[in-house]
């Protein structure tokens, strides 16, 4: 699995998009981007994935650079709810996916 | 259930036992990884279970740590003589080849 890079942490005030960006400049032309989040004490949750094109659906929007080695998670309107630890991975999709590997994520704190 | 189950949430130790931590994956599943989470951190692969095939232990931190599927499903972590800094959330999840779902994990203490 390609390496991910995200920031440590960001700020983010309630009401505001959120831009949490990653970098992975050496992913493979079959490799998704991933996107999940972990709210304290929970599991991680799956947020959105794309390939090339950009996605968007009822919990987030996904830029992925032209390039492909450079993505943006946008939470449009963050709320109090969505401070969590939000993680970028890169995988190939399919039967032999291969094991997943996840950095430390960047930890998002929406203040009111 | 519709979700990854995860048994037992919380288990407390001491020093030298062994424990079982066990993943009910969602079914259908043919994929299945453990993850451990120390306080604070990222998660780090553990182990990953792909169909019938040898999984891919590559992250097993030492020969203390095993792991089985029996019969595509259900999958036993299992650390042997445990140590202090075994001390984790243990994360199982799933897949049938896109997303992951994970279950909300066990938290072990070694004391």
């Known amino acids: 699995d390609a390496k991910t890079t995200q920031p440590p942490s960001m700020d983010c005030a309630e009401g505001r998009a959120a831009n949490l960006p990653c970098n992975h400049s050496t992913i493979s032309g079959n490799e998704y981007v991933y996107w999940y989040r972990q709210i304290h004490s929970q599991g991680p949750q799956y947020i959105i994935h794309?390939?090339?094109n950009n996605e968007t659906n009822e919990m987030a929007s996904l830029i992925i650079t032209e390039d492909r080695k450079s993505s943006t998670l946008i939470l449009p309107h963050a709320t109090l709810r969505d401070t969590a630890v939000y993680y970028c991975?890169?995988?190939?999709?399919?039967?032999?996916?291969?094991?997943?590997?996840f950095g430390d994520g960047t930890t998002l704190t929406v203040k009111p | 259930g519709a979700g990854v189950s995860q048994s037992p949430s919380n288990k407390v130790t001491e020093k030298g036992k062994d424990v079982e931590l066990r993943c009910d994956p969602i079914s259908g599943h043919t994929a299945l990884y453990w993850y451990r989470q120390s306080l604070g951190q990222g998660l780090e692969f553990l182990i990953y279970?792909?169909?019938?095939?040898?999984?891919?232990k590559s992250g097993l931190p030492s020969d203390r740590f095993s792991a089985e599927r029996t019969g595509g499903s259900v999958s036993t972590l299992t650390i042997q003589r445990t140590q202090q800094e075994d001390s984790a959330v243990y994360l199982c999840?799933?897949?049938?080849?896109?997303?992951?779902?994970f279950g909300e994990g066990s938290r072990l203490t070694v004391l």
């Open positions: 279970f792909q169909g019938n095939s040898a999984p891919d």
């Open positions: 991975i890169v995988r190939v999709r399919g039967t032999n996916a291969g094991k997943s590997t």
């Open positions: 999840a799933s897949s049938s080849g896109g997303e992951l779902f």
């Open positions: 794309g390939l090339k």
